[in-house]
T-cell receptor
């Protein structure tokens, strides 16, 4: 079975500090990894995706993600957090084999709060 | 502007009534999806469709039905058989993985919040 884990329900950081939102995955097949952000009462917005061969991926709004194959992780990072980064973040994975071709599996989400 | 439109944004129904949530996209995407979001549970897949006139059940399809008669449209009906229908419903679409690759992201609408009393 395919699964994504976001071990922290909440992450709190001070503005200007670096932030990390953790994600690990367990899949049968090659993983295709994504990060999304959700603001209250809105849909999910795509932030970035893993590109084969690039262990550090850059995305929107200054976010980046670090892929680690041996640890099956894809942590979201930002060098300097902003109050406006406060939102719900989702990690997702798609696999390239099996009957569930094409669908994304989502983690439960991590609520990021950045205080001034 | 291309995108996904979900309507209405808020929907209120009495228990025992069926209700249909609209999802329309003008991105020319083949694949469409319906997710349900509950606090603390992340997103759970209800149904998905990779091509017109075909769809598959997701993880929580019981009490829901869909149709895919047109490429642009993927309406979701919440039936009276769904025991706990109050939730935030999200529709999404993407390029089919056979065409655009497995790293094609999903594009989401802004959701419909359904309240059943």
């Amino acid at each position: 079975a395919q699964s994504v884990a976001q071990p922290e329900d909440q992450v709190n950081v001070a503005e200007g500090n670096p932030l990390t939102v953790k994600c690990t995955y367990s899949v049968s097949g090659n993983p295709y990894l994504f990060w999304y952000v959700q603001y209250p009462n809105r849909g999910l917005q795509f932030l970035l995706k893993y590109i084969t061969g690039d262990n550090l991926v850059k995305g929107s709004y200054g976010f980046e993600a670090e892929f680690n194959k041996s640890q099956t992780s894809f942590h979201l990072k930002k060098p300097s957090a902003l109050v406006s980064d406060s939102a719900l973040y989702f990690c997702a994975v798609r696999v390239d084999r099996g009957s569930t071709l094409g669908r994304l599996y989502f983690g439960r989400g991590t609520q990021l709060t950045v205080w001034p | 502007d291309g995108g996904i439109t979900q309507s209405p944004k808020y929907l209120f129904r009495k228990e025992g009534q069926n209700v249909t949530l609209s999802c329309e996209q003008n991105l020319n995407h083949d694949a469409m999806y319906w997710y349900r979001q509950d606090p603390g549970q992340g997103l759970r897949l209800i149904y998905y469709s990779q091509i017109v006139n075909d769809f598959q059940k997701g993880d929580i399809a019981e009490g829901y039905s869909v149709s895919r008669e047109k490429k642009e449209s993927f309406p979701l009906t919440v039936t009276s058989a769904q025991k706990n229908p109050t939730a935030f419903y999200l529709c999404a679409s993407s390029i089919d993985v056979g065409t655009g690759g497995y790293n094609s992201p999903l594009h989401f609408g802004n959701g419909t919040r359904l309240t059943v009393t």
